[in-house]
């Protein structure tokens, strides 16, 4: 079958950093995504990995292990407009997008 | 700036009713999605289209259709609303090659009394 994990909820203090984690499990691999969705409002894209390694670009990075089938998503250097979802989600052999549920970031002060 | 728009925020139907959903986007892309997002759920697919008057089913199809007759525009159709299709409704658009990044609309957040 096809899953992917990610935690339901995670709080982290303005200026700190966070880490959040993807875990995946899809028919065929054709590269990971990263999306962010503040409330009431769109996913925009973040970033893409189809190889392994750490993609940074600016204060967020991704990173992938594909022998792991496991992302994460680091934040550094948090501001409150960072409150938002992270939505992880897979390119399936079919070059479908798989998604997991998000996970709901809280920026505290 | 790329632009995905969707014809209401916000949308409150009866039981029964015949509902339509429009998606337009100004980006020339061939390939149009229309997902449901309900909490603690993932985003799921309904129906999805690579061309002009092509629809294939998504991983939850009943109780929809779609109409693709224009490359800028994919309608999603709920013949006859229900309770349980109170949700937010996605659509997205993507260009026609493997590295699928897909663009979203604001959404339309439906409620069926």
């Known amino acids: 079958g096809q899953n992917i994990d990610q935690p339901t909820e995670m709080t982290a203090t303005e200026g700190a950093i966070v880490q959040i984690n993807c875990t995946y499990q899809?028919?065929?691999?054709?590269?990971l995504f990263w999306y962010q969705q503040h409330a009431g409002e769109a996913p925009t894209f973040l970033s893409y990995n189809v190889l392994d390694g750490l993609e940074e670009k600016g204060r967020f990075s991704s990173f992938l292990s594909r022998s792991k089938g496991y992302s994460y998503l680091l934040l550094k250097e948090l501001q409150m407009k960072d409150s938002a979802s992270y939505l992880c989600?897979?390119?399936?052999?079919?070059?479908?997008?798989?998604w997991g549920a998000g996970t709901k970031l809280i920026i505290k002060p | 700036d790329v632009k995905v728009t969707q014809s209401s925020r916000y949308l409150v139907k009866r039981t029964g009713e015949k509902v339509f959903l429009e998606c337009v986007q100004d980006?020339?892309?061939?390939?149009m999605f229309w997902y449901r997002q309900d909490p603690g759920l993932g985003l799921r697919l309904i129906y999805f289209?690579?061309?002009?008057?092509?629809?294939e089913k998504g991983d939850i199809p009943e109780g929809y259709s779609v109409s693709r007759e224009k490359k800028e525009r994919f309608s999603l159709i709920l013949e006859s609303a229900s309770t349980n299709q109170t949700s937010m409704y996605l659509c997205?658009?993507?260009?026609?090659?493997?590295?699928?990044?897909?663009?979203f609309g604001p959404g339309t957040r439906l409620t069926v009394l």
């Open positions: 289209s690579y061309d002009v008057k092509m629809k």
């Open positions: 997205a658009s993507s260009s026609g090659t493997d590295y699928n990044e897909q663009f």
């Open positions: 989600a897979t390119l399936d052999s079919n070059y479908q997008l798989i």
């Open positions: 980006m020339d892309h061939e390939n």
């Open positions: 899809t028919s065929g691999f054709n590269g």
